[in-house]
């Protein structure tokens, strides 16, 4: 059985992980006698974040779930060598116990940062770490920790292997020494081999470098990688594991039959954003297949069209399901982020599994999440007139809320026709903002952390199109605008858009989180997702306002909202 911790990412842990009786230990993290921070309009009530500076990964031990994540410990703008594996746990996914630093640099083999890797639980059930050092002589290699008292439910104190580090790019031909990193959770293979890729590239090709190891300290690398892909740069923060074609049931990476496809994730470097494939996994050749259609570059999917990146899975056995966890960095710039004492966050823990059509994952919050909600206001089959149809959701708090709705629309021969060069969708939601877009079907959705006059909002909406002239076939575009989520200059203020895989002839959904700096939405059932990080000065706490618009010619339906007022963590 394998599971996994994360990957080469940098967040910060939250004031609301502060517990009374766990301020010796965030002293001691922090560096100073008082570690929370004040008047933070920006920092989030029920995401993951460190009680300050800079943010590896999950897995599931006799039933507490552990978070170790890449924490700088002294600011909020990283230095790569100081690197530590933080490390907090909890048994619900949503509230949080923080621990004093699992791994810091101590030896040669990771004495200028102890990176990223993963968590594997090996056969007589003990669970061991691989991670990534960057050793003396700025070379990336792979070390080994493991609990020091297995006894200890919290894991809390990890020792290093007197034999690390256990791979370094000197003893293999063609391994670029300051690209081998990110060993994801390791495998069994048919022959009783544990199997661990790490992420690297060779000039413009991206690998993901297969090693095998019959015992997890001495590894041998294959003759071939896994997958690899030319042109496309350094693969970080490699991913690999099975899901089912038939249900949406978790498995143990290492499962292995003829009901189930392989998922490959890799981070790309070049554009900083996560990619996967679906595909086929030969077990006799160890390599993997995509699927015809799939190419693993920028044009593959993606778990997230907006902030959100160095994401990795791990699969939760009590509730057979896998778990997809994201890194989401600011949007503002490096001289904020010092000011405010730290940087990024994690997106709420989302289950994946592969979707009906077999050629999507789908992705939803993890169940856990509804503990928090408290005030709820629904509606039921209310009309959105066209035009700027603009209506207030009162009676939620709209800075921190969970927002369902379910829209219905007709009038199809309305729908604009969508031209055939407009193949990205981040450029179709670029070209206005969504209360200067007037069209036959859209924009319709949601503003979130908007001010009362309109001043700011970020804009979460769908457009419908026809495929082409006299066509019943129909194009859905989900977005996400930020141009006016701020009057605060120098922010990046993105759009972000994709396609959403749905049929509008039936009711579509949208889901958004709203958490005072980030929004998370899921649109058509998590078919497809959009995070955007936005920082506010007028839409601020109470003065923040939540509205359902219709800029599109077409009245819209709303089947139903439901929109909760959301309690902070933990």
Known sequence: M????????????????????????????????????????????????????????????????????????????????????????????INWTPHSPAIKPSRPSDINGCWSGSVTILSNGKPVILYTGNDRNNHQVQNLAKPKNLTDPYLRHWTKAPENPLVTPNAFNHINSTAFRDPTTAWLGRNGRWRVITGSQEGRRGLAILHTSRDFINWKQSTKPLHYSDGTGMWECPDFFPVARYDSHGLDTSSFSGSMKHVLKVSLLDTSHDHYTLGTYDRVRDLYVPDDGFVQDDTAPRY?????????????????????????????????????????????????????????????????????????????????????????????????????????????????????????????????????????????????????????????????????????DHVVVMCSDQSRSSLERGNDKTTYGAFLDISPYQPISLRTLIDNSIVESFGGKGKACITSRVYPKLARGERTHLFVFNNGSQNVDVLNLNAWSMKSSL
């Open 2 to 93: 394998a599971y996994i911790v994360w990957c080469n990412i940098a967040i910060f842990l939250s004031a609301s992980l502060v517990l009374a009786d766990n301020a010796a230990v965030l002293d001691a993290l922090n560096h100073a006698p008082d570690h929370r921070i004040k008047n933070q309009p920006y920092r989030t009530g029920y995401h993951f974040q460190p009680p300050k500076n800079w943010m590896n990964g999950p897995m599931i031990y006799k039933g507490v779930y552990h978070l170790f994540y890449q924490w700088y410990p002294n600011g909020a703008v990283m230095e790569v060598t100081e690197i530590v594996w933080g490390h907090a746990t909890s048994t619900d996914l």
């Open 304 to 472: 997230d069209y907006g902030k959100f990146y160095a994401s990795k899975t791990f699969y939760d056995s009590v509730s057979r399901r896998r778990i997809l966890w994201g890194w989401v960095n600011e949007s503002s710039p490096e001289k904020d982020n010092i000011k405010k004492g730290w940087a990024g966050l994690q997106a709420i823990p989302r289950k994946v599994w592969l979707g009906e059509s077999g050629r999507r994952l789908v992705q939803w919050p993890v169940k856990e999440i509804e503990t928090l909600r408290t005030t709820q206001v629904k509606w039921e089959n209310k009309v959105l007139e066209g035009e700027g149809s603009v209506i207030d959701v009162h009676g939620v708090t709209a800075s921190q809320a969970d927002v369902e709705v379910l829209f219905k629309v007709s009038g199809f021969e309305k729908a604009d026709v969508i031209e055939p060069d407009w193949t990205d969708p981040q450029l179709i939601c670029s070209q206005k903002d969504a209360s200067s877009v007037k069209s036959g079907l859209g924009p319709f959705g949601l503003m979130v952390l908007a001010s009362k006059n309109l001043e700011e909002y970020t804009s979460v909406y769908l457009r419908i199109f026809k495929a082409r002239q006299n066509s019943k």
